[in-house]
């Protein structure tokens, strides 16, 4: 008999709340749930094939353990465990703790708790190192922030904006969008705003989906947002068209600012970033003349060069213009099952970013992520430089650092290099291949979950619990589950916020989440009984400033003005951009694409024939024309690290000089031959040791230089 079951998507970071049908443990079809207040019945290609990837043949249904001749054996999980924690005991004792390190990637985020299990693991360890993709993904927004200071009472969201600008995202592929723009249903989403009369300015070197739709998009050279920001922000200062009650209550460093942008002329912005001089200005002129607006900004800006500077001008841009919630307004999310906590019309933090926490042995780089964790940018480095505290274990939770971590080369290295390299993932993939041990990991309709991630960016306060509502075939787990198992081998605690986990005998997955959501302002329970989900209304008015508290918003940032100052001295070349030591003739773009999620799903028959088959190097006719080649064709493509081949595809939406690649796909050098199918990996490109951001580590994964030639079929090394 069919059965109609309630659910969300954990294919990607939405949540779209979907109906299942199942028949005898099987997945029949799924389909968006209308009755989701959250979503209202939204799904993209990814959610309606979960049907696929749940019974997915290439599915891990045990655990592995590598054979001395390379092959992978299945074995029993609590065997697996055991094993790999007499490993890590052999390590920890000696080598010390610090070498015992997790790498939480995507999937630890998408299920709920598993962060909160992953440090309250390392601390009941007693080992610093953690680490998770939001190092690698937008870490200058958390510098940013660090040093020019949060507002406590939130942002304009793009429902309260009149105007909204975004900076290198596109929530209509990526359901992302950056602090202001939730990620439910985009492209409704702001259609809707934008009948209301919402006006959209887009910076994006490339025509991306919200660009097309933007009243004024402004298409700027790969890695040249600091230069426009700037520009942007002088001409805003210059009209005095910012918002003066607000800087004077709030901001200091304005001075400070007007002389350190004053250099970055309409004249200068358009040579430097081939944006005309009338569009930024008339941009800067609607941002600045709406009674309320926004900026935000995604990956584009993160990846490129300069992340720190850039997330810290759309920060100082934001505060210049008083795109805040004020005194008296509701808070459009207070949380559902967070803590209460007050919501105050006042700066937070800034100054400087804190250097109290774990140092790491590279790059002078410590420990900066609010969650305490360490910046993955130089994990690699610690596996592989010798010494006291050298990483020398990693388990990897639902992620992918073969194709993921900044510079390629270096990260195959220093896997290969470990003493013990474990991960938890549904399928073999580029890294778990050179695992010692792989866990099969339950996919999302076989687990107890509650969608903690968005749980302060959706929209509204809404909140969806659910239940397992199939059985998984096979010795398969949840993340959380070898993070008790390995801490209870190991004799340690892990201390949840609704107290220490049970260790004599393993917790339900109910009882998991009582612990993880003990103290929220909406009961579990109470999440518990509304299959759809529901909205939790809070009447959450944002409260005055606190007497005598007179922290200000660090427009005028001492390291923002010295590195305005470096842009602002750097080589620029005739047809505009920064002009590198070496001569390339192309920029390299980060992007995302809908049908697939970093290295997840493409190996769903549905996104094949959608023609998703590889991430092909998007390109304009004029560059295919001088290269000789055309759609379908393999280029090379070479930084000043390495080389990756592509399959070039033609498109009006970048300009001549600039390609435009997904990441996460391919695998090692070895099968690069196979990039018609299984696509390359941009991230080889990166060269970390060369470029990286102070702090974070990042190396420039966009706006990277590159140079392309036209190159045979590729055939098999050896052949
Ligand atoms: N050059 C370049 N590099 C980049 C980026 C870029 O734009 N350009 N982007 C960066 C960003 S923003 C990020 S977030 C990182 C992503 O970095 P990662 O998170 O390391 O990479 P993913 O490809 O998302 O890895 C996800 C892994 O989880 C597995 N998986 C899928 N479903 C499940 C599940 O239910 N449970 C478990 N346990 N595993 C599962 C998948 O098979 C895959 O192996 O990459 C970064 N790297
Ligand atoms: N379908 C799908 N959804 C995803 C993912 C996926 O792989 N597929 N990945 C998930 C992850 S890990 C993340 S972090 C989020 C990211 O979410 P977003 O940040 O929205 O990611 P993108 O869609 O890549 O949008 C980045 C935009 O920046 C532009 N860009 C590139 N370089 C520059 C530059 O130098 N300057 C400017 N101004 N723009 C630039 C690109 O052209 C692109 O349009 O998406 C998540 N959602
Ligand atoms: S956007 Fe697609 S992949 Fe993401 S949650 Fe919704 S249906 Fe799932
Ligand atoms: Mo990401």
Known sequence: MVETKKSFCRMCHAFCGVEVDIEDNRVLAVRGDTDNALSQGYTCIKGRNMAVQHHHPDRIRSALKRTPDGNFEPIPSEQAMDEVAARLREIIDRDGRRAVATYNG???FLYGGLLQIANAWHKGLGSPSMYTSASIDQPGKAIAAMRHGTWGGGNVQVEQADVLMMVGTNPIASMFGGPRFAPTNPAKRLRDEQQRGMKLVVIDPRKSDVAKRADIHLQVKPGEDPTLLAGIIRVIIEEGIYDGDFCAAHVEGFEELSDAVRKFTPEYVEQRTGVPAQHMIEAARL???????????????SMAPRSNLTEQLVLTLNSVCGGYLREGDTLPNPGTLTPPRP???????????????????VKGIGAYMPGGDMPTAILADEILTPGEGQVRALITFGGNPVVAWPDQLKAIDALNSLDLNVAVDIKMSASTKLCDYVFGAKLGLERVDVGLLGDGWHPRPFQQYAPAIIEAEGDVITEWEL?????????????LPGGPMPMDQKPTGDEFFDLLCAGSRVPLDEVRKHPSGAIFPADVKIESREPGHDVRLKVGHP???AELRDVRSEPVSEGGGYAPDEQFTHRLISRRTLEVYSSSARDLPAVKEAGVTTNFAWMNAIDLAELGVSSGDVVEITSDRASILGVVAETDDVPSGVISMSHAWGDVPENDHLVRTNGAPTNRLVNIDKHWEPYTGMGWMSAIPVNVRAVPDPVPTGS
């Open 287 to 301: 941002f600045a003349g709406a009674a309320l607006s926004g900026a935000t900004s995604g990956t584009g800006t």
């Open 343 to 361: 919501f105050r019309a006042q700066a937070m933090g800034g100054g400087n970013v804190p250097q109290a926490g774990e140092r790491s042995r």
């Open 483 to 495: 993070f008790w198992g390995l801490a209870k081998r190991l004799g340690f605690d892990i201390v």
């Open 106 to 108: 995507t999937y630890a």
């Open 559 to 561: 390291e923002l003005l």
